[in-house]
Every structure is written in C-alpha cells, then in structure tokens.
C-alpha cells in the first residue's frame, strides 16, 4: 500500500491524449483529468468545434494543453497526426477514445419511427466507423508505442446500451429519435475490442467506461422540447434501480480512476456507470 494512498489517483507527469474533447463529456473529462493533475492533455477535435472551450483551457492552462484539429473520419489526417502527436509530446500515458458522431449520419434521426425499414448501409458503417475504427485506429498507432514504454491506460468510452438493448416500449408515444439499431452493437463491439487489445497491449491496461442515460438537456430539450425531454425522461428513470439519471460530472471520477494507478490491477473492464439501469430485467418502480 502506498504511503499516500490518494495519490494513486494522480496523473502527475502524465500525458493524457482524448478525442472529442470539445464534446458534452469530453469537456468535463478534459477539466478531470486537468483536476487530476496531468502533466499535459492532448485533444483531438473536429476542425472548427469548441472555440470558447479552447480560449478557456488556453487562458487557465497555457502550455498544458495541446490542441490538434483533426477529423477523425479521414484516415490519413488521422494517422498523420498521431505521428505528429508523437514527435511532438511523449508518447501518450494516457488515452480516452471518446469521439463519436450523434446525428443522422448515424441514425440518430429525430422523427424516425421505422427504425428497423428505415436503417441504411451507409448509417451503420459511419456508426461501427465512429464507434469502433476511430479507437481502434488510435489503438493501433499508439497502443504498440505506449507497450514498448512499458505501460499506460487506455479507457474506451462505450454505453450501457453494450450490454442491453433499449426496450421498444421507452419510445412509445415519443414522437422522437429511436435510438438506432446499430447503436449497441457498435457499442458491444468496442467492449470485444477493449478485451482483445487488453490482451495484446499488456501491461498497458484496456478498459471501458459505460455511461447510462446522462441526457444532455440542453440539446435535447432545443432538439425535442422540453416537454418530450421531462416525460421521456421520466419514464426512462423508472427501469434505473437509482430512479435517476446520470450527471455528465458523475462520470469523471469513474474515468480519472481508470486513467490513473488507482486502477493498476483492473484490465479488459467494462465499468458500468448507469444507476443501475443494467442491473434488473424489469422496471424497478
Ligand atoms: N450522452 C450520453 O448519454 C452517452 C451515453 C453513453 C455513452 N456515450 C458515449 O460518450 C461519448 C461522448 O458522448 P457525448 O454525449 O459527449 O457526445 P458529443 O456529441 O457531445 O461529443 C462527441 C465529440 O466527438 C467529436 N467528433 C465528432 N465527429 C468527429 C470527427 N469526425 N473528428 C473529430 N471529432 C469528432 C464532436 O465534435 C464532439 O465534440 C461517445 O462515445 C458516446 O457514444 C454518451
């Protein structure tokens, strides 16, 4: 047992790399991470996404941040930037693969009723691509490095939606998005992932982080109306044993753990954190 138990949560000296970090968790994992203590964090954003979370972290944190923009649907931008990523800072400590594309291009299509007629080809490739290639890709390019090093944390953020399905009757009467059929599996398979490449890239461990239902209000009550927003949300709440949903800030002590040495014997994992949405087969009130 270490001396100063608590510092185990630490990430002095360490160099943290997220993607999406201008995003609705990603911005609270980035200020995480920071809290934590590390040393530099590296963001890779979608050009032209989060300019006044950028002026913020520039004004309060300087040269402890490093801002790629970079999309991460172009493979060749991507790999050239991992390179450039690895010249240009030491090879990542850390590594949160949180980027994912929430629209239509992914099936997430307000309105759509058919979620089973209405699915396409080109929806389910962009979500298994954003899904699954995206922190694969990130994997395969600093994963070996960081084995080479001799050790680091990669923490993949999947969804409960990995290990259940959404239940049809959540959206009856909602004239609003189903959550699309593709989805989960994308999210199941990034479990598969993380398993395989705690296996391959060990001692560097490999987890997930699964976030229940962390509605992000704002956008959804400008998307759906606040009126949809409370009832659905309402319902939603009666199958979580918590009878509540999550806070995006709920999540970042979950990913500081797995960042850091608090977490050195936990590999291949997929931490749950959804109020126990996952924990019964039944509405629980
Ligand atoms: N919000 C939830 O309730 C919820 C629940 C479970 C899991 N998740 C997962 O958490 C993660 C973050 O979700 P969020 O709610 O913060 O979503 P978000 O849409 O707010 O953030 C995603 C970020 O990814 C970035 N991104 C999208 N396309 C990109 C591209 N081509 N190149 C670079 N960056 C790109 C976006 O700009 C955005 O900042 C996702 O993996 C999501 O599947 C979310």
New binding site residues.
Partial sequence: MPQDFMSQFYLDGKTALI????????RRFVQGLLDARAAKVVI???EG??PDFRYQLDQIYGSRIAWYE????DDDETDATYGRILQEHDCPDVLVN?????GSETGFTLGRREVIAGTTHEEFRQCFE??LW?AFQAMQKLGPVMRARGSGSIVN?????AVIAPSKHTYEGYAHAVNPIM?GPT?SGLLGLTRRMADLLAPVRVNAL???????LAEGRHKAGKEYEDNFLNDLTKRMVLGRCGE?DELVAPLVFLASEASSYITGHPLMVDGGWTVTSQEVR
């Fill in positions: 993607t999406g970090a201008a995003g609705y968790f990603g890779i954003e979608k996404v989060g970079n999309n991460l649907a949180n980027a994912f594309i929430f954003a899904g995206w953020i999947a969804s409960s939606l989805y999210k699964c976030p229940g239902a962390i509605p992000n995006a």
